[in-house]
């Protein structure tokens, strides 16, 4: 069976402190992979998705990035943070399609607080 | 950008009660999704209906889906307080970008 690892679990930055949080994925292959962000009580903000290794596609201009150094892991990073940098953060996969999108299965999130 | 839409935003029922959330969406689509998330944890993947599809039942959830409209249901028949939780809509629009585009969101509390 498949399996989405996110760590850390909580994160507790000051304000221009560098970011690097992980994604792994187990039990599958060439996954599309996404990074979302959750503000406090809010919808789900698409950051960043990939279609396989070295290919990212950026959502929304920001004070981040992300990598896909392997098939199955997925890495967003800022090199310094803003307060607005604050929230939940997920990750998740869901298999390739290429007419439609599938269903999508998401990690536990990070709780990223910047102080 | 936001497509789906939920409504009510929050709704409040006593276990036992069926309880309905509505989607609206814009532009056409090939699939719709409802997802469901715990407080404070990922989203958990409920149940897909393609844009063919007007109607579909799993355990104790009902969604359908009017293309005519642009708008979906979710059903949850017989609420229990495990049920509480926020629930979302995301929408697959045609074109092929391989992302979904999901609502902001809706909070159900069932009350024991």
């Known amino acids: 069976s498949q399996t989405i690892h996110q760590w850390p679990a909580t994160l507790v930055q000051p304000v221009g402190s560098p970011l690097s949080l992980e994604c792994t994925v187990e039990?599958?292959?060439?996954?599309?992979l996404y990074w979302y962000r959750q503000a406090a009580g809010r919808g789900l903000q698409l950051l960043f998705y990939s279609v396989g290794i070295g290919q990212i596609s950026s959502e929304v201009p920001q004070n981040l990035s992300a990598s896909r150094p392997q098939d199955r892991q997925f890495i967003l990073s800022s090199k310094k943070l803003l307060l607005s940098d604050s929230g939940f953060y997920l990750c998740?996969?869901?298999?390739?399609?290429?007419?439609?999108?599938?269903?999508?299965?998401f990690g536990p999130g990070t709780r990223l607080t910047v102080t | 950008s936001q497509q789906g839409e939920e409504d009510p935003q929050a709704l409040s029922i006593q276990e036992g009660e069926n309880a309905t959330m509505n989607c609206s969406y814009k532009t056409s689509i090939n699939n719709l999704q409802w997802y469901r998330q715990n407080s404070g944890r990922g989203l958990v993947h409920l149940i897909l209906?393609?844009?063919?599809?007007r109607e579909k039942h799993s355990g104790r959830l009902r969604v359908t889906l009017d293309t005519s409209k642009k708008s979906s249901s979710l059903l949850i028949t017989a609420s229990r307080a495990a049920d509480t939780a926020s629930y979302f809509c995301a929408t697959d629009p045609q074109g092929g970008s391989e992302k979904l585009v999901f609502g902001k969101g809706m909070k159900l509390t069932v009350n024991p």
């Open positions: 998740a996969w869901s298999v390739r399609g290429i007419l439609y999108s599938y269903e999508q299965y």
């Open positions: 209906i393609r844009s063919n599809e």
């Open positions: 039990g599958t292959s060439n996954p599309n």
